[in-house]
């Protein structure tokens, strides 16, 4: 493209080109009048929910929402080798782990926003990335047959009084390694080993499946405890499916740490990434994500709580768990225990 300007003015040959071609440049980095706004979010959510939140953020700001879902691990990969080239703006995924794992490679930019910081708890989030929502890991246990007065702390599920009665998935899962973090951070490395073997001994099988897959051996009588997380059990809940409704008929559920530090929360969230073509774009559908209204529907979405404490919950499976106090631990020391946390339970043999 070659662009030829008359500045109407007598100056030398020389600045007249450099002048057209900053012009020139100026025009190229601009978007054209009436062009589209939009940001392309990579998001490892994929709830109908979504979609009106979606619509509604672009009814308020123009800025059309282009959504790359996948697998965790796979948008990970997708945006590592897209780099600069792709269009990846956002990265939404569960759990501190990930979100950390994310971090770690370096490919989030540094979020700066003062609607971020005044609305999301600090403790929920880092210098490159905040928390949408939370979830819990709970213990399910067999109702009738296990003392829930036994399953106070996440500790009691290595006690011998267990042996051969706990389902839980693998020891590797982002679940267990934040889990494992949180226990790091709270016991120390040698207790969370000897809690680690623990749970190796008590295993009822070897770990397999998902947590759902957990809550239905406990259902089934193939273990009598396992570690899910909350949403599991509310989307059990909340199901019309006659197998699903037995299984919540024979599950109870008990919120460890009570007495002391609190039930392990983890999260939803996302963060602007470093090689994003729209930055401010992201950037403002971030902060959407922040407000009373798009929290109640994004924490919904996958029935968790929203992270924002003002933002109002509607949901029936929530409001029958009820209310628990939550371990207030940052994301930030979740996310940077867990490689520990994966070196501890690898030494504990929970594959
Ligand atoms: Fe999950």
């Given at each position: 493209m070659r662009i030829i300007l008359n500045f109407g003015v007598r100056m030398p040959r020389f600045l007249a080109a450099r002048l057209s071609s900053l012009l020139a440049a100026a025009l190229v980095a601009l978007p054209a009048a009436g062009a589209e706004r939009v940001v392309h979010v990579y998001s490892a959510r994929h709830y109908q929910t979504d979609e009106a939140l979606y619509a509604a953020f672009t009814a308020k700001t123009g800025i059309h929402v282009k959504r790359i879902e996948g697998k965790e691990d796979e948008l990970l990969e997708r945006i590592k080798s897209e780099?600069?080239?792709?269009?990846?703006?956002v990265f939404i995924t569960v759990d501190a782990a990930r979100l950390g794992q994310a971090e770690a490679l370096g490919l989030f930019a540094p979020l700066r926003s003062r609607t971020i910081e005044e609305r999301i708890?600090?403790?929920?989030?880092t210098g490159t990335w905040a928390a949408f929502s939370t979830r819990a890991r709970v213990i399910a246990f067999a109702k009738g047959k296990v003392?829930?007065?036994?399953?106070?702390?996440?500790?009691?599920?290595?006690?011998?009084?267990?042996k051969g009665k706990l389902c839980v998935r693998s020891g590797g899962h982002p679940y267990n390694l934040s889990l494992g973090s949180a226990l790091v951070a709270h016991l120390g490395e040698q207790r969370t080993e000897q809690w680690a073997r623990g749970i190796v001994a008590n295993l009822a099988r070897a770990p397999k499946g998902g947590d759902t897959d957990q809550l239905r051996a406990v259902a089934a009588g193939e273990c009598d405890v396992a570690l899910a997380n909350s949403y599991y059990v509310a989307r059990l809940m909340r199901s019309d499916k006659p197998e699903d409704r037995e299984v919540v008929s024979r599950i109870g559920i008990a919120w460890p740490n009570q007495q002391n530090r609190g039930t392990h929360v983890n999260v939803s969230g996302g963060g602007v990434l470093?090689?994003?073509?729209h930055p401010a774009e992201a950037l403002a559908f971030l902060e959407y994500l922040a407000s009373d209204e798009a929290q109640a529907h994004f924490a919904d979405g996958n029935d968790e709580w929203p992270a924002v404490r003002t933002a109002k919950v509607r949901n029936p499976a929530l409001e029958a768990l009820g209310t628990f106090k939550a371990d207030a631990l940052d994301v930030a020391t979740l996310s940077r225990n867990t490689a520990l946390a994966q070196k501890i339970y690898d030494r504990a043999g929970w594959r």
């Open positions: 780099g600069a080239n792709g269009p990846a703006d708890p600090a403790n929920m989030r003392d829930p007065s036994t399953l106070r702390d996440y500790e009691d599920l290595a006690s011998p009084a267990l470093k090689t994003a073509p």
